[in-house]
């Protein structure tokens, strides 16, 4: 019989983020495999937690996933985990939980701590709909090419990035998708976590100033304003599906759906009528 593979969320920063079912995951099952030892293992020790660990990252995942498969096809329970968050968000594990799924093998999501999740929660920008793009290119011009796609999307765009890239990107940005709302997350639920909010010209002017930036980053975008380009404005659109026999509630869903806008932008929109 086929044991169980746990994807089990850890702390992006506060160690104390972790979810009661995942401590007691994390004390049943046979091994826990994990990006890096050293990491788990200050997790591990601060809850008095002991199992053998397994490396597994993206230079060894093939040899790996077929390692952590055979445990598994014997009935073996295994964690895994990464550094930090929920495991395959931008991180190892696509792999082995694709494997998994075709051989018939328990996948089972133990939920906590993300960085893109908490920041689009604190970010004070739309959250009803989102588009993940993982780290940017480190490239100049594949990272352009990569906002020049996302440009048109009718969501809030999140991304990583590295530190040391984020003034570049900041300039791609504003040059790319103008003067747009960006906020940008730094070292979330750690000592020094940092919200910047403002347009990417002005977080690249505060930024500059630094002596050096460090930390975890999570970027977030305004989506475009792409809906306003539409041949038929707002307030004509939500008239015609009145006159149709549609529910003032439901006309205004419509509308903001077709749009790709939130019901409260076209609440404002449509105030006083």
């Known amino acids: 019989m086929n044991g169980t593979l746990y994807i089990v969320a850890t702390p ?8 009661l079912r995942a401590l007691r995951i994390l004390r ?30 993206e230079h060894n995942e093939a040899a790996r996933a077929e390692q952590l498969l055979r445990q598994l096809e014997e009935g073996g329970k295994i964690a895994l985990v990464s550094d930090a968050g929920t495991p395959l968000i931008a991180d190892p594990g696509y792999r082995l939980v694709a494997l998994a799924r075709e051989r018939g093998i ?41 906002l020049d796609e996302a440009k048109d999307c009718p969501a809030t765009l999140v991304f990583y990035e590295a530190p ?8 791609d940005i504003a040059e790319v998708l103008g ?4 906020t940008l997350a730094r070292e979330l639920t750690k000592i020094h976590e940092e919200f910047l909010a403002g347009q990417a010209s002005q977080l690249q002017e505060i ?18 304003e792409w809906a306003a380009e ?12 009145i006159a149709a026999g549609t529910s003032r509630m439901d ?23």
């Open 12 to 19: 992006i920063g506060n160690l104390e983020d972790i979810t």
């Open 28 to 57: 049943e099952v046979d091994r826990i495999a994990c990006e890096d030892t050293r990491q788990t293992r200050k997790l591990l020790d601060r809850h008095g937690i002991s199992k053998p660990l397994l490396s597994y990252h």
């Open 106 to 146: 328990t996948v089972s999501p133990i939920p906590g701590a993300s960085a893109l999740t908490s920041a689009l929660s604190a970010s004070g920008l739309p959250t009803d709909s989102f588009y993940f793009g993982g780290f940017l290119p480190a490239k100049k011009s594949q990272r352009r090419k990569t």
């Open 164 to 171: 040391h890239r984020i003034l570049e990107t900041l300039r």
């Open 179 to 182: 003067s747009r709302r960006v």
């Open 207 to 224: 930024l500059a100033k630094r002596p050096a930036m460090k930390g975890e980053l999570t970027l977030l975008i305004e989506r475009g």
């Open 230 to 241: 539409s041949e038929v404005p707002i307030e004509e659109a939500f008239d015609q599906l």
């Open 251 to 273: 006309a205004m869903k419509a509308v903001a759906r077709e749009r790709g806008l939130s019901k409260r932008d076209v609440y404002q929109k449509l105030s006083g009528r």
